[in-house]
């Protein structure tokens, strides 16, 4: 499939609110709180001076565990992001307002009518991102347990989706409730929604997924995907793949907005940047976090491993138990073998080595460049914009806005004002049809 490429097409860009993790440098000074509601709001009102499309709220359902502990190398409260986010619709006037909600351990009424009250509470802001769970880990915090085998998530989710649609449609445009029924694998539900049908229709629902499970129904089901690619020829490949599975089911590819998370380190030089690049690796991979990223791969105690010094000479045990919380990996002795590789190219340590193996996308260089590369994933369908996530908490975009985004407005990729009050029109979604 060819996707129709113009030398103007515009960037969309949205703001992820980090967690205490290994992007964040949580312990520099200018680090703030990660639960006080200013943080929120602070990050929030940069990004809608910014003009940027929406605020996205991660979850985290259970602190994660390592070695039978608290990891207390990323523990941080996580509010409930639509609490969070009903409270910034009334700070903020123009940005979506995304959260994520799992699809595992919530159920379609509930969530659909949350949803739709954000929706009208910020007058058509409101979105969804799906994510999904199977281990039982999470699923202690919650009623039923471990109980979803892994093969069943995306077919749970993908029918979860179709109940809260179900439901946000059983309102006429006009105003009038109809009642609603949904019998199905995962759902049996009927009665009547409470809430009428929102500015968007629908909000705006966003997936996460690189497998070709999460693909398909990020093809099927999703008006944007969050996505991590580190090359240009990467994202290239992605963008072709998901983009070529829309027209099974009718949809066209401007119907679905692939937008990677990326970071963003700018500097008055190229030399600069790099230089501060570099610094933030460094505090975002502690000697401790090296060591926990190469236990996390080999699944097992290496806590007499010198971070400075080189790689255990044997290849991973598994142990799903050493690590509660963490997505697992797919073939940890391939990773292992590949970061081994890396260290003896390189000469690097372990530590040297989790810095480079295991940094996100990042966008390097000076304002200029940094807007110049940005034009091109876009222009080479790599990307339709870009889900920044900064490195600092809550001041982490504001030399972003200050300093790319006038040169993009320039460059005429980028807006200059916002011309719709909802989410759709940011984005330039179609109105979803009503399926009364």
């Known amino acids: 499939m060819t996707v129709r490429s113009s030398a103007r097409r515009q960037i969309h860009l949205a703001a992820h609110f980090p967690g205490?993790?290994?992007?964040?440098?949580?312990?520099?000074?200018?680090?703030?709180?990660?639960?006080?509601?200013?943080?929120?709001?602070?990050?929030?009102?940069?990004?809608?001076?910014?003009?940027?499309?929406?605020?996205?709220?991660?979850?985290?359902?259970?602190?994660?565990?390592?070695?039978?502990?608290?990891?207390?190398?990323?523990?941080?409260?996580?509010?409930?992001?639509?609490t969070v986010l009903?409270?910034?619709?009334?700070?903020?006037?123009?940005?979506?307002?995304?959260?994520t909600v799992n699809a595992t351990f919530n159920e379609p009424y509930e969530l659909a009518r949350r949803l739709a009250t954000l929706d009208h509470l910020s007058g058509g802001r409101a979105a969804w991102n799906v994510v999904t769970s199977s281990?039982?880990?999470?699923?202690?915090?919650?009623?039923?347990?471990?109980?979803?085998?892994?093969?069943?998530?995306y077919t749970r989710a993908?029918?979860?989706?179709?109940?809260?649609?179900?439901l946000w449609d059983s309102w006429t445009p006009d105003g009038l409730p109809r009642p609603f029924a949904h019998r199905g694998q995962h759902f049996d539900v009927a009665g009547e929604f409470t809430v009428p049908r929102s500015p968007q229709g629908h909000p705006v629902v966003i997936q996460a997924g690189d497998s070709g499970e999460g693909r398909e129904f990020a093809a099927r089901t999703a008006d944007v995907v969050f996505t991590r690619h580190g090359t240009l020829e990467d994202g290239r490949?992605?963008?072709?793949?998901?983009?070529?599975?829309?027209?099974?089911?009718?949809?066209?590819?401007?119907?679905?907005?692939?937008?990677?998370?990326?970071?963003?380190?700018?500097?008055?030089?190229?030399?600069?940047?790099?230089?501060?690049?570099?610094?933030i690796r460094r505090q975002q991979v502690s000697p401790q976090n090296a060591i926990l990223a190469l236990e996390q791969l080999w699944g097992t105690d290496l806590s007499s491993y010198d971070p400075d010094g080189p790689f255990p000479d044997f290849d991973p045990v598994p142990d799903p138990t050493l690590t509660q919380g963490r997505t697992r990996r797919g073939d940890t002795v391939a990773l292992a073998e590949k970061w081994r590789s890396l260290s003896r190219?390189?000469?690097?340590?372990?530590?040297?080595?989790?810095?480079?193996?295991?940094?996100?996308?990042?966008?390097?260089?000076?304002?200029?460049?940094?807007?110049?590369?940005?034009?091109?994933?876009?222009r080479q369908d790599a990307a339709d914009g870009f889900i920044l996530v900064p490195h600092l908490t809550p001041g982490g975009l504001d030399?972003?806005?200050?300093?790319?985004?006038?040169?993009?407005?320039?460059?005429?990729?980028?807006?200059?004002?916002?011309?719709?009050?909802?989410?759709?029109?940011?984005?330039?979604?179609?109105?979803?049809?009503w399926q009364g």
């Not at 205490?20 to 929030?44: C, G, H, K, M, Y």
């Not at 281990?135 to 093969?151: I, K, M, S, V, W």
């Not at 949809?251 to 790099?274: F, N």
């Not at 190219?345 to 372990?350: A, N, V």
């Open 20 to 82: 205490v993790n290994s992007t964040t440098v949580w312990a520099d000074p200018r680090s703030r709180s990660q639960i006080a509601f200013s943080s929120f709001e602070q990050l929030a009102r940069t990004a809608e001076r910014g003009l940027f499309d929406f605020f996205f709220l991660a979850e985290g359902l259970r602190l994660r565990e390592h070695k039978g502990r608290i990891h207390d190398l990323d523990v941080v409260g996580r509010p409930e992001s639509l």
């Open 237 to 279: 490949a992605f963008y072709a793949d998901v983009k070529g599975r829309l027209a099974k089911y009718g949809r066209d590819p401007d119907d679905l907005k692939i937008m990677p998370g990326v970071s963003v380190v700018l500097g008055d030089t190229a030399a600069e940047a790099q230089e501060r690049a570099a610094e």
């Open 399 to 433: 030399e972003f806005v200050d300093r790319v985004v006038p040169l993009l407005q320039e460059r005429r990729v980028f807006r200059t004002e916002y011309r719709g009050s909802t989410l759709r029109s940011h984005l330039g979604l179609p109105d979803p049809a």
């Open 86 to 99: 009903n409270a910034l619709a009334a700070v903020t006037e123009r940005i979506g307002l995304a959260a």
């Open 135 to 153: 281990d039982a880990f999470t699923g202690e915090n919650f009623r039923r347990g471990g109980y979803l085998d892994r093969a069943d998530r």
């Open 345 to 378: 190219d390189k000469g690097l340590s372990i530590r040297q080595t989790v810095i480079e193996a295991s940094a996100r996308q990042s966008f390097i260089g000076t304002p200029e460049a940094v807007a110049a590369d940005l034009e091109t994933f876009v």
């Open 158 to 166: 993908a029918e979860f989706v179709d109940v809260a649609r179900e």
